[in-house]
């Protein structure tokens, strides 16, 4: 069974960073794709970033794009989002989910499993 575990969310400053972390576990993820999703009170959950575990293929959104990172270690199957530069606006709750990889593209959407959330929240 999947499971993927996030951690590192917390209260920080606009302006500072944070790290993310989602480890995952119960299969082998070679040919998945790990993204981060978030949703913010009273918003739907957006499309964050995601990775191929294989090739290390990236897909930004565009409202993270400069700012945010994704990155893997496959040894440890932990998948890591580092944030810079956060604004208020990335206030939310961080899902880390994945999905098996179709025709080669990184999916924004249709993911099957699902982290159960950390809490980011930048102050102004």
């Known amino acids: 069974q999947v499971q993927l575990v996030e951690s590192g969310g917390g209260l920080v400053q606009a302006g500072g960073s944070l790290r993310l972390s989602c480890a995952a576990s119960?299969?082998?993820?070679?040919?998945?794709?790990m993204g981060w999703f978030r949703q913010a009170p009273g918003k739907e959950r957006e499309f964050v970033v995601a990775?191929?575990?294989?090739?290390?293929?990236?897909l930004y959104a565009d409202s993270v794009k400069g700012r945010f990172t994704i990155s893997r270690d496959n040894a440890k199957n932990t998948v890591f989002l580092q944030m810079n530069s956060l604004k208020p606006e990335d206030t939310a709750v961080y899902y880390c989910?994945?999905?098996?990889?179709?025709?080669?593209?990184?999916?924004?959407?249709?993911?099957?499993?699902w982290g159960q959330g950390t809490q980011v929240t930048v102050s102004s």
């Open positions: 989910a994945a999905t098996p990889i179709r025709f080669g593209v990184v999916p924004s959407t249709g993911y099957n499993y």
């Open positions: 990775i191929t575990w294989g090739r290390g293929i990236t």
């Open positions: 119960g299969r082998t993820f070679s040919n998945y794709a």
